[in-house]
């Protein structure tokens, strides 16, 4: 933003694991104003303090905002970014799952938005993928696998970030590995590169072990979308000031 106003945040799919979180850290942070939340039917949320949480069906009644955090799920999806684009209002989502088709949408909609789409939002995932095409550029013959873990309502999979990590994987060595997710417990996030050669394996991990780290990433991330002309962003460029 370039001015000192608190950055007007939409919180999108504010009744689910993420979005309690999000709205949680904002209401610490003094330099971003939650205006509105969404949630599928609506809801009473403690963490919502005495923001209004609409339903779905009443989406295109939020009120002025600058960008919208969007956690939600592919079927929720495009009415958001229809919103932002008619607004003129930023985008940040963490939504996983979704189709070709959804992110041809967001890449047509960065034409007049600003635009920002991670599958992980934790400054240890970004590092991790820089890791992950150097250490696959540097052993391209070996086998390569994404072992991915999460709780047992996480519906997609391969996750997201074992997507985003399979693709620096095929960067760095040309072909894409091969994927296993397990779903269980409470498991908020378990990623596991391996690179195995003959009489050798290398493993690089990264686990989750609280999903406030991807909500504060998401908020830093908002704050710098706020105000921001139209384009797609990269993570690693606006946290880290990488590719
Ligand atoms: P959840 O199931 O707990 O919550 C989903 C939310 O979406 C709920 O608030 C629900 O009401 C809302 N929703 C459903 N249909 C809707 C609709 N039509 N319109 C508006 N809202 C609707 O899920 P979660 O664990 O909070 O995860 C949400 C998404 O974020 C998933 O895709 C998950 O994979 C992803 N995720 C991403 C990251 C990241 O860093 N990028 C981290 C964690 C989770």
Redesign the pocket.
């Known amino acids: 933003m370039n001015t000192s106003a608190p950055a007007r945040v939409l919180i999108?799919?504010?009744?689910?694991?993420?979005?309690r979180a999000l709205l949680r850290l904002a209401a610490e942070r003094g330099d971003l104003v939650v205006v509105a939340a969404?949630?599928?039917?609506g809801?009473a949320l403690a963490e919502a303090g005495a923001v209004p949480v609409l339903p779905?069906s009443r989406?295109a009644e939020v009120p002025a905002f600058d960008v919208a955090v969007d956690?939600?799920?592919?079927?929720?999806f495009d009415?958001?970014l229809a919103l932002c684009r008619e607004r003129g209002a930023a985008l940040v989502s963490?939504?996983?799952?979704l189709s070709g088709g959804q992110y041809s949408a967001l890449d047509a909609a960065a034409a007049r938005i600003a635009v920002l789409w991670?599958?992980?939002?934790?400054l240890g995932v970004a590092v991790l993928t820089e890791l992950v095409r150097q250490a696959a550029a540097a052993l391209p013959g070996w086998d390569a696998d994404i072992v991915e873990a999460h709780h047992i309502?996480?519906?997609?999979a391969p996750?997201?970030?074992a997507l985003h990590l399979g693709a620096a994987v095929e960067a760095g060595r040309g072909r894409a590995p091969h994927y296993a997710s397990l779903r269980t417990g409470d498991i908020v996030?378990e990623h596991t590169v391996q690179l195995a050669g003959p009489g050798e394996r290398l493993e690089l991990v990264h686990r989750a072990t609280n999903?406030d780290i991807?909500a504060r990433?998401?908020l830093e991330a908002a704050l710098r979308m706020a105000g921001r002309g139209p384009g797609r962003v990269g993570l690693g460029a606006l946290l880290l000031g990488g590719s």
């Open positions: 999108h799919g504010a009744s689910g694991r993420m979005g969404v949630s599928a039917r809801a779905a989406l956690f939600s799920l592919p079927e929720a009415p958001l963490g939504t996983t799952g991670a599958p992980n939002f934790s309502h996480k519906k997609d996750s997201g970030t996030g999903r991807f990433g998401a």
